[in-house]
């Protein structure tokens, strides 16, 4: 499955793409191989996505959605809302990408020894 997806970014804007694979995708643009783009503007999540067969018709709807304007993409989100099952879905990857983070994090801040655990 492929899909075209728009990312809200920590300084409220939206950035559209498009991947074969939402978690990892969203596990990048998290840890900063993600684009250029989303890598000032962390941490980021997925607030609308949708589902190609194939890649070329991903890329062919994120190309669209690059051309909108600010307000046509908040209408997108807005709708994906209201579907129950997108809102499921990028709410568990969301809330699984957020674990992770905390998990590869878990004992590496706030020590006085940079971060090894002893």
Known sequence: MNYAYLIACA????YAGWTNDLRRR?????DGSGSKYTRAR??????YAEAFATKEEAQKREYEMKKMRRSE????VRAGERRA???????YINTEDAEQRRI????????????RVQ
Request: proline share 3%; hydrophobic share 40%.
């Open 73 to 76: 993409r908040l209408s997108l």
């Open 11 to 14: 300084d409220d804007s939206l």
């Open 85 to 91: 099952n997108m809102a499921a879905l990028l709410s």
């Open 26 to 30: 969203l596990a990048a643009h998290n």
């Open 42 to 47: 962390r941490p980021v999540k997925f607030v």
């Open 104 to 115: 590869l994090n878990d004992g590496k801040e706030g020590h006085a020894d940079g971060g």
